[in-house]
Structure formats: C-alpha cells, structure tokens
C-alpha cells in the first residue's frame, strides 16, 4: 500500500509562502488524484487542493485559497507539492495529503485514503 508523508511545516508571517511536499512511500501516485486537506482545532477537516493524474494534471482549489496556493505534481520523483503563498492566519492547520480511491468529486473529502500524518502550518498576525 502506499503512505503519504507530509512535510515543509513551519511556522511563518502572515503574508509569508510555504512550501508542502507529499512523498508517496511504499507503493507509488501512480493513476492517482491526489488532494490536499487541512485542519484547524475545533473543526472539520476541508478539502484544499487536487491535482488529477490524468490530463496533464487538471487541478482544483477552495475558492479561500484559489489565486494564493498552487498545487503540482512530479510523477518522476513520485511527489505532490502545495505552494502556498501570501499566507493569512486563517490558514493555520494541520495540512494533510491523501489519496482520491473513488469516482468523484474532487472536493470530496469521503472519497480520499491512505492519508498522510499531517504537517503543522501556522501563520502569525
């Protein structure tokens, strides 16, 4: 099976960029969508970011991020990357990766597996 490994964490400035990265272990993110979820205490987990395996990798983003964040994929060395910059306090969470195993919806967070720990971000006012 494979296991997402998240890393590139950090703690940065509002108005700051982060880089996240989504090594696959194991098996590869070979024919698979792979998305990026978040976090924050006291709420649910939310859809982020996908990037489809197919098409050249079409990608998808929470209209909160959309302009900010850009995510892309290196089929090569098997990884998942989230660029996010001009970081706001809100965007403080734990980010996690995972797998997309069924037809649907991207922004749906029931149809992802094998999820990765998770890496801390968070953004100071």
């Known amino acids: 099976q494979v296991q997402p490994v998240e890393s590139g964490g950090g703690l940065v400035q509002a108005g700051g960029s982060l880089r996240l990265s989504c090594a696959a272990s194991?098996?590869?993110?070979?024919?698979?969508?792979i998305g990026w979820f978040r976090q924050a205490p006291g709420k649910e987990r939310e859809f982020v970011a996908a990037?489809?395996?197919?098409?050249?990798?079409?990608?998808y983003y929470v209209d909160s991020v959309k302009g900010r964040f850009t995510i892309s994929r290196d089929n090569g060395k098997n990884t998942v990357n989230l660029q996010m910059n001009s970081l706001k306090p809100e965007d403080t969470a734990v980010y996690y990766c995972?797998?997309?195993?069924?037809?649907?919806?991207?922004?749906?967070?029931?149809?992802?597996?094998?999820w990765g720990q998770g890496t801390q971000v968070t953004v100071s006012s």
């Open positions: 194991g098996r590869t993110f070979d024919n698979y969508a």
């Open positions: 995972a797998r997309k195993a069924r037809i649907g919806s991207y922004y749906n967070t029931g149809l992802y597996d094998y």
């Open positions: 990037i489809s395996w197919s098409g050249g990798g079409t990608t």
